[in-house]
């Protein structure tokens, strides 16, 4: 077996047979970094690169807000969907406007909510 393949195996079988919010927090952290990405290209000059890393974390967000659930906390899940509904808009800012600083407001709110679902993966883990 190819080592590449092995790891790829290895990382879709984590994924697939990992906790809830393991995977909400995994997919906060590669908004992040989408994000991250993003702000070291010129929105300018590196169009291309700015757009697409942009673009991937706009999708990540995409996927969070199609996953709520309204059913056991709606009142947790309307303020989740109005900070995704924030971040997008702000994604969308950057784009529109070429520049970065829409990106710093959409990292720093996503930053927020990975702490607090960092928190409530370790009280799951910990009542394990």
């Known amino acids: 077996m190819n080592p590449n393949s092995a790891a790829k195996a290895y990382l ?6 990992a906790p809830p919010v393991k995977i909400v927090r995994m997919l906060y952290e590669g908004a992040l970094r989408a994000i991250d990405r993003a ?5 300018v ?3 291309v690169a700015f757009n697409h890393w942009v673009g ?5 967000v995409a996927e969070l ?5 309204p059913g056991p906390a709606p009142e947790i899940a309307d303020g989740l969907e109005r900070v995704y509904e924030f971040v997008q808009f702000e994604l969308s800012q950057a784009l529109v406007r070429r520049d970065i600083q829409p990106l710093a407001h959409a990292h720093r709110s996503l930053s927020t909510l990975l702490e ?11 009542s394990h």
């Open 45 to 47: 000059r590196e169009r």
């Open 39 to 43: 702000a070291s290209f010129h929105p």
């Open 12 to 17: 879709q079988s984590s994924i697939e047979n």
């Open 65 to 69: 807000r199609i996953a709520l659930e």
């Open 116 to 126: 607090g679902w960092r928190h409530v993966e370790l009280q799951t883990s910990d």
């Open 56 to 60: 991937k974390a706009n999708e990540i």
